[in-house]
């Protein structure tokens, strides 16, 4: 049998993907507290009125003209102060909204704007009723999203549901006003018989406002929450009782704020939860100056710091998590740990093991800056919540009213697994050979306590997330993990370093090598920059792309630049090690202040690779929990 060409075949159902797609979205939208959806007519937009035809929860108001309709819609939105849903097909439709939108942006009127488009292919093109309808309303609206054409999955659908609920709460937010969401859609766009689980009649009898028959739903596998509106910016009543029992607090990348770590670790103590402590936290090492040298090991009196009254006793565990990443790699530990509830403070974690052991669990995200870090959308799910809420008074809200923990042994059960895991880790890299792995070990005892590190993307952060653990001394870890590229890296750690903060650099070769011109800027660094030589991109070693044809060429990309004559060139001291005691000895150099030090630190990536692996397997294989 031929196989199917992918660039002919035909996706029978795409009618009814695009339904589904729409759904996602309108379910989004009414939990986040749209009641009404004011149409015109047109072609492009049909997914949508199919989708909005089977919610009855929605009225439905058909205005020929779009200037009107979004006038009426204004209106509306004024009068009944809830967010109000326009719709358009594509081409000048939209454009109509203008004078609207406009009025909108100034009274603060949250305005939906879906503006129905044709998809990326036909942009360009010739196709008849299409232009770019990106940012069509540029600052007029408080922000504006574009998911793309719709695709058949779940994970992707519950994306459009949080994307509903959020752009519904930004309407409302701090500074009401409109938000535009532009849908491509592909045809067909009618489905061709009734699509999967659905009754052949289903969503025929609907006209305006009319309340359509409840009807079993085939097409919610992905669940709205019910509540409106997403952003609460007041304790919502009954919290306490949902942070009950076995749950989490993971502390993400920019949370850094004088007193939060003092009160998040005493709301853990009184929920009973462990803290997992991304390593650019100020959790992690706790860097708030405040708590001076010591703290890590005296957690009740961390717990007691500007609080009046401390929660934990003397010897009381510690709730911090550092070997979190491990731990989610052996079966059972994840299983035993795997908590009810979740709550975050700053942006999403870091790695990818762990996002992809918490999707599914209800989150209650903490977040101030309205940065939305969910990238596995569990806003969505039935229980999740959405604080706009300052992170210290919540926690000490908390921590003063707390509910009962409902299982005194699960703190002890994560404080067990993290020691135990301390201690493989330690006992493994006694006998492993020289990589990456001892290296992170010695800059954690060697940094003097209150200084930087800037970790560089690729497999810089993510080993020293593995291996860094904590030590009692601050040190404040840096990364620009807000885009994770490998540019601009010297020139960030020369920036660092400006500000007074004495910060070492731990960057890839072609991270290194990206930032060229950041080498004019690296002869007054007061502490070295770490340059780990190991022949290339080795994070693609790790990743599917591994032994493709032209994997060296294409994605590793090695390179063969004479380091030692490039640091001479720019008047730099170059040191290459490739042995723990010359290691040792340079970054003992360097830390004692010799200015301009690049170490080139040679390391044989197949070792390396074959060092973490091997500690992987042997992760999974150990009780932790014993
Ligand atoms: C500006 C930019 N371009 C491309 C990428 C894609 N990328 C991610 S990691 C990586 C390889 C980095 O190699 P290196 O700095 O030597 O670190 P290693 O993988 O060896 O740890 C590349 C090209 C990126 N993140 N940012």
Redesign the pocket.
Known sequence: MAAPDPLTEDTPDRACVNLRWALALLDGLIAGGVEHLVLSPGSRSTPVVLAAQRRPALMLTPILDERSAAFFALGLARASGRPVALLATSGSGPAHWYPAVMEANEAGLPLILLSADRPPELRGWGANQTTDQTRLFGVQVRDFFDPGAPVDDPGVRRALVALGHRVAALGQGRRPGPVHVNLPFREPLVPRAACEGEAASDGENVSDGEKAPEAKDPYHDVHASPRPPAILSRLPKGLQERLRGRGLIYCGPDNSRPGFPAAVLRCAAALGVPVLADPLSELRFLSDPRFGQGTRTDFAQVATTNSGQGVASAGSPSPLITRYKSLVRNPAAARALRPDWVLRFGRAPISRTVLEWLPGIPLILVDPAERWSDPAHDLALPDSLHLDLDPITLCMTLATSPPTPADPDWLALWTRAEACLASLATNYLAQAPWCEAHLIADLVSQIPAGEGLLC?????IRQFETWAGTRNAPLTVFGNRGL????GQLSTLAGHNAAGLPTTGL?????FL?DLSGLLLARELPRPCIL?N?G????FDYLPQHGLPGFERLWRTPQTVDLANLCQAFGLKHRRVSDASAWRAALAAGLAGERGLIIEVMIDAYQSQKVHLQFRRRVAETDLLG
């Open positions: 560089a993307n690729s497999l810089p994770s590229g490998i540019d960057l890839g070769d072609l991270s990206h780990v190991n290339g991109g080795r994070i």
